[in-house]
C-alpha cells in the first residue's frame, strides 16, 4: 500500500501540475477567434485556388483550438488534457472520427505512456460534442503544458538550379503541443506534438519529438506518432480484419517506406489497421472491424537516449479524400507531392542499363544529357 504521505505529496503535484498547465495554456499568445460553423467547399480544389489560408483558431470558451483551411477541420479540446475531437472532411462533410483516442504513445523502458487523451466516452461509434465537456483526463498520461502556433518552415530546400514546374516552398501554419508528465519517472521528458496544416490542399503533417531532460539515460522502445478512432469503411456481421476494408477516408504516407515495390501501399511500413474493443456497438459479432488507425515503424529497433538527446518521429502525411474514383484519388496525391515535394515536378530521367561495358555506359548517359538539353 502506498505511504499516505507519499500518497498525499503526489497528489498536490498533479494538482499543481494541471493548474499551471491550465494557467499557461489560457495565457497563450492570442488567437482569432472561431465564429460559426462555415459551410462545405462548394469548388473543386483541384481547379481552383482556395483562398481561405491555414489557420489555428480558438472557441470563444478557450476550451478548443481549431486547425481550419477551408478543405479540411480538426479540432482539439485542451482541457483538462488534449484529445482530437473532430475531424471534418469540408468538401464532403464527412465525419472522419467516431471516438477520441490519445494524441500518441511512447514506450518508455518497457512501459507505454499515453500523450495526452480524454476518457468517458461510452459510446465509440459516434462522438457528441456535448459528451466532451463531461470527459476527464488520467493522472498517469503526458499533461498538455502550452501550446505554440508557427508559420509553417520548409521541410526542405525546395530551390533547385535545374527545371521544374513548382519551386515554391509549402505554406501554412505548424502547432506544437508541448507535453511533461508528473510522474517521477519521466520528469524532465519533453513531448512535443507537432501538426501541419497546409494552404490549398485538405493535407495534415503529424510528428512528434522527445526530448531526455531527465538527467538519466532512457530507452525509447517504440514511438506511437498517430492513433485515430474512424469510422468504418463497412460493417459485416462476420469476417476477419484482413478481410474487411479498411477506411478509405484519409489517404496515409510517411516518410518510413521502402522495398522498391514503386507503389506506397506495397512499401509501406508504418501504417496499422487494428480492431477497437472499446468500440462495443460495432456491427461485427466478434469485434473484429478495422476501425483503430495507429502509425508507426512495426520493425524499428528501439534506441538508447543519454541526457540532453532529442527524437523525432517518422511523419505521417493525411491527405483527405473527397470521392472513390481512383483518377481523382491518383490527382489529389499528386497534388500533395507537388506541395510538399516541388523537387518532383522536375523531368528526371530513368532508365534500366545491363551492360556493364564503359562505353555502354557513357553511351547511354551522353544520350540522356542530349534528350535533357532538348526539353
Known sequence: MLNPTIAMKRSLLFCFLFVCCNALIRGQ????VWSDMPGLYQKDWLLYPVTQKAAAY?????????????????VFRMTPNTACTDYTNMSTGQQLLRSVKPEAIVTINGRSYHIGGLYGQKENAYLLPAWVDNFTKSDNDFQLLRYEVKELPPYLNPLSKVWAANHKAATGKLVQFHYMSALPVLKGIMVTVNYELYDGLPLICKWLSLENGSGNPIRLDRVVNEILGMVEEQSAVVGKPEQMKKPLGLYLESNYAFNNAMRYDLSDQTTHWKTDTTYTSQVNYDYQTPCLLEVYPEHAPGLDMKPGERFTSIRTYELAMDSYDRERRG??????YRTIAPWTTGNPIFMHLVSKTDEEVKRRLTNALIRAMKQ
Do not use: A, C
Request: glycine share 4%; proline share 11%.
Open 331 to 336: 490527382l489529389s496525391v499528386q497534388q500533395m
Open 58 to 74: 480558438l472557441t470563444p470558451d478557450k476550451k478548443d483550438l481549431v486547425l481550419y483551411n477551408g478543405l479540411v477541420k480538426r
Open 29 to 32: 499568445q492570442p488567437l482569432p
